[in-house]
Every structure is written in C-alpha cells, then in structure tokens.
C-alpha cells in the first residue's frame, strides 16, 4: 500500500470517529491522517496466499488471520496502522467495544512496495517493536521471492533471517505454522526483469 498526504491533524479519539465512518483506509501517525491508495496484483496474490496458508494451518487453533482490514494500534507511541496481515492468538485485546482495532498482534505481515519498504523497514518497525505481544514481523518483497523475519529475541533483540529460495520455510516463534516460499509466490510473476537474489 502507498500512503497519500497527510490529511487535517486530529486527535486519536476523532481519528477514529472519523476513520469509522470513511470507505477507504486511512493511517494515523503523528497526529497526522494517511490515506491508504490500492495495490499492484502481485501484492493481492501474495497477500491471499499468505492469509490462506495461515488461516488453514490456525484452524483449530486459538489464532485468528486478519488481512487488510483490521486495524492495529501501537499504544506507546499512538500510531494506527493497517498491516497487510496480521495473527492474535489465545484472547484478542481490543481497544473497544467496537471490535476494529487490535491491541496484541502476535504477528505481522508487511509486503513491501517501492513507495512504502523504506517506512516498513524503518520508522513502521519502530513503532511495531514496541508492541509487547508481537513475536515476529514479516517483510515479504513483491519483485523477487523474498521474505525477510525478524524474530523477538530476548527482550527487544530482534533477529534477522532471509529467505529467497521457493523451497524455503520460514517458521514463526509466535505461532504453530509455517510460510512456505513457494506457497507464499503462488501464481506471482515477476517479469522480463526479474532476478533471483544470488543469480
């Protein structure tokens, strides 16, 4: 997703009476409101695919798979977010009783565009890493088969480990399951100008 400019400054509360009333997406950062414009179809299909393994392998299971649509907040710095997918697991903690915005993400998925893999990378994961819950972020490239884990270690440590091959499994710490790369790039095409990384 690709974020417009910022929109009137709004405290949290009117953010989100305003937010709840719009028909597109909207993040709040800094006091600040942006718009969420659509995105490519590769990063649909990734998106689905990624929802569909993990909500088949959490059934059963006390975890939910949200996609797009659910809206996160990070309490200690005040940011609401839309990640592209998100897991809950045992009780999910909401803001309130209208039951849209999660406080306990134990995972996110982001996928990454030209526009917004600097803000993922960067300023995004800062705010995420103060979530107490999260265990693992999950940053998945749209131009190569690629996905890059970050994994809660002890305290705040967070560990890197990078996946580029299709037979590649990436296990998150916080939930029962696995992504599998070639699940995950399903019917994805890259392109004349595609290149595997160590090609």
């Known amino acids: 997703m690709t974020m417009a400019q910022p929109l009137d400054h709004l405290t949290p509360q009117d953010y989100l009476d305003w937010e709840r009333q719009q028909e597109t997406r909207h993040e709040y950062v800094n006091g600040e409101i942006h718009a969420m414009t659509g995105a490519s179809r590769r990063h649909n299909l990734i998106c689905v695919n990624i929802a569909a393994s993990l909500h088949a392998q959490m059934r059963g299971r006390p975890c939910e798979v949200y996609s797009n649509d659910m809206r996160v907040k990070v309490s200690e710095t005040g940011m609401y977010t839309y990640p592209d997918i998100v897991v809950a697991c045992g009780e999910p903690s909401f803001e309130d009783a209208h039951i849209d915005t999660l406080l306990d993400p134990v995972l996110i998925v982001e996928v990454l565009s030209e526009s917004t893999e600097g803000y993922d990378r960067g300023a995004k994961f800062m705010h995420y890493r103060n979530l107490a819950s999260l265990r693992d972020y999950l ?39 696995v992504l599998l790369l070639s699940d995950v790039y399903e019917r994805v095409e890259f392109g004349a100008d595609h290149k595997q990384a160590g090609d």
């Open 139 to 177: 940053l998945v490239a749209q131009d190569s088969n690629r996905i890059e884990h970050y994994g809660r270690q002890d305290g705040n440590r967070w560990l890197l480990t990078e996946y580029n091959s299709l037979d590649a499994r990436v296990v998150p710490t916080g939930i029962d399951g």
